[in-house]
């Protein structure tokens, strides 16, 4: 994954992502939990309406993952980071590093 996205501390922005495998979308129904690390904090996720990763939505397609930071800004700051993404699965259950999400964080535009 080698594209910066975007976070404003702050807003709702997402970060939307595509999981594939040898360039094949992966189906995500088995995934029992993600987590993302950003420095030192691990945003953990079974996929709950308010959790800060959810994937397998009625709405997403096959591998479509968003990963949601930008609201809990109490927990993160601004700088750039090579976030570990990590997937469960009853088979994997040590997890998947399925690779590193590049992130910008940026300061919320309309703080003072």
């Known amino acids: 994954m ?17 999981l594939k495998n040898n360039s094949t979308v992966v189906d995500l129904v088995s995934v029992t939990r993600m987590t993302v690390k950003l420095d030192k904090v691990l945003l953990e996720s ?4 308010s959790d800060p990763i959810i994937w397998n939505q009625s709405s997403f397609v096959t591998g479509e993952v ?8 109490s927990l993160i700051e601004a700088g750039l980071y090579n976030a570990p993404l990590t997937v469960y699965d009853s088979i994997s259950t040590a997890g998947i590093v399925w690779g590193n999400v590049r992130v910008r964080v940026w300061p919320n535009p309309e703080s003072t």
């Open 46 to 49: 079974t996929n709950g309406g």
């Open 66 to 73: 968003h990963i949601r930071i930008g609201d809990i800004s």
């Open 2 to 18: 080698s594209v910066t996205e975007n976070v404003y501390l702050g807003h709702d922005n997402e970060i939307a992502l595509i």
